[in-house]
């Protein structure tokens, strides 16, 4: 924290609800000269400087709304939907929960005491220059929370398989408990340097998995679950298509590649738009193939697929008349080259007037 002066004539705005500090401009209302204004923020970053990175992280840890259960096998943390993070349906929108997801993932990892540097590694890894990244990402989302609601997040990571672990999500309206999304992930263990991946040794094993569930513990149910159904590969021409689509810097994550959750947006560009005017997302499941970088140029390319009859693949959802449903699979790919960045299947529900 910022330990600095406040000259009488600044009165200190109240924090944002989300437990972030506020801006400078929010958090004193001052009337000083611009010169004044310079002086002071210099000095208040010497400041900042000379505070320890251990003791600013703990005033985050007091002023965010979250924390690891009583077993310390999970972490739960709660958001108030704010209001640029609503889209035209005055509701959130999926990368909204696709970042609140990411967020309550990386504040549990960081509450057990795993790296802060955006990767989650344990000490060995950290050794063996091993990092994790997502190999699958599945959403379901039941009811979209709208600005002003308070949702609630649990979260937790379990083995799965030899390669790899998979964190699970569920999204609760606070105000009454109901369940309103639930999500997980697969991920997948790789070398910084060769960008080859790698088994889970035993060492990191013995790291990782002492902080989740000892007996699986799983989001969807096992048999019969649309986050476990295959996306084929996908061949020309698409039925839609938004092409040279470029990275923004503002897309780039501490990790100097695209973040994951930009490319739910890349997909969503080449839905049709009389589908986004009738319909809303119920679930959206991406298979991430390659990195993408800064100076890519992306096709976002989309398919109808045929709605499936006999079941809802493992979703809390009914099986909707054919008509109030529409499924769509998707290909991001680079430019020119056509290589595969990632596979995709979202559904959409008709939106209830």
Avoid at 92 to 117: K, M, P, R, Y
Wanted: proline share 5%; hydrophobic share 40%.
């Amino acid at each position: 924290m910022l330990r600095c002066h406040i000259p009488p004539q600044c009165a200190p705005a109240p924090l944002a609800r989300r437990g972030t500090l506020p801006t400078a401009t929010a958090a004193v209302r001052c009337a000083r000269p611009p010169r004044a204004v310079v002086a002071s923020a210099a000095a208040a970053a010497q400041v900042a400087a000379a505070v320890p990175t251990a003791e600013r992280r703990g005033l985050a840890e007091r002023l965010r709304m979250g924390s690891l259960l009583d077993d310390g096998l999970s972490y739960k943390e709660s958001f108030v939907v704010r209001s640029y993070e609503v889209g035209i349906n005055k509701t959130a929108t999926v990368e909204t929960i696709a970042n609140l997801l990411q967020e309550v993932g990386c504040n549990h990892a960081q509450s057990v005491g795993f790296s802060t540097d955006g990767f989650a590694t344990t000490t060995t890894m950290r050794e063996l220059g091993l990092i994790w990244v997502t190999n699958r990402m599945h959403i379901e989302i039941y009811k979209y929370p709208a600005w002003g609601d308070v949702v609630e997040i649990e979260t937790w990571c379990q083995a799965d398989g030899r390669i790899g672990t998979r964190r699970d999500w569920i999204i609760k309206d606070l105000a009454n408990g109901e369940v309103i999304g639930r999500a997980t992930s697969k991920w997948v263990m790789m070398n910084v340097n060769t960008r080859r991946l790698q088994r889970v040794s035993d060492e990191v094993r013995d790291e990782v998995f002492v902080h989740c569930p000892k007996t699986p513990r799983l989001a969807f149910p096992e048999e019969n679950n649309g986050s476990l159904k295959k996306i084929p590969i996908l061949t020309d021409p698409a039925h839609h298509s938004r092409l040279g689509l470029v990275p923004r810097r503002a897309d780039l994550d501490m990790n100097q590649h695209v973040n994951n959750v930009t490319y739910i947006g890349w997909v969503l560009e080449s839905i049709p738009q009389d589908i986004i005017d009738t319909h809303e997302l119920q679930t959206i499941t991406l298979d991430y193939r390659r990195e993408c970088q800064h100076d890519d140029i992306v096709d976002s390319l989309t398919y109808i697929e045929e709605a499936e009859e006999e079941s809802s693949n493992g979703s809390l959802f009914a099986a909707p008349h054919p008509e109030e449903q529409r499924q769509f699979l998707h290909c991001l790919r680079f430019a020119g080259k056509g290589d595969e960045i990632n596979r995709g299947r979202t559904v959409w529900r008709k939106l209830a007037r």
